[in-house]
């Protein structure tokens, strides 16, 4: 009913940047919270960043300063910018959203995952 398909991951060395993206699409009727998760080898899944409709965010202390996130509520997508990428910034990241969809007469909110997308941070 709704996909979240994320794109821009990949290999860069210590220092270097990186631009995520995630597109929502399907039955949607308004996105609240969009953002990113990620999930390192024999860890949990964590917080990154997230942005609210209205622009607030929360994010994780370790990538304040370097990350940034946006979004373009017209094409439900969000962005996020990693620059002076650390090797400990390697992970699975997972694209977040809590979409609001109309099932029938009712509207209801649920959260979505995207697929994830490796980023690996060595040089």
């Known amino acids: 009913q709704v996909q979240l398909v994320e794109s821009g991951g990949g290999l860069v060395q210590p220092g270097g940047s990186l631009r995520l993206s995630c597109a929502a699409s399907g039955s949607i009727v308004m996105i609240n919270d969009m953002g990113w998760f990620r999930q390192a080898p024999g860890k949990q899944r964590e917080l990154v960043l997230t942005i609210a409709s209205g622009g607030s965010t929360d994010y994780a202390d370790s990538v304040k300063g370097r990350f940034t996130i946006s979004r373009d509520n017209a094409k439900n997508t969000v962005y996020l910018q990693m620059n002076s990428l650390k090797p400990e910034d390697t992970a699975v990241y997972y694209c977040?959203?809590?979409?609001?969809?109309?099932?029938?007469?009712?509207?209801?909110?649920?959260?979505?995952w995207g697929q994830g997308t490796q980023v690996t941070v060595s040089s």
């Open positions: 977040y959203a809590r979409v609001i969809t109309r099932q029938g007469v009712a509207v209801m909110a649920n959260d979505y």
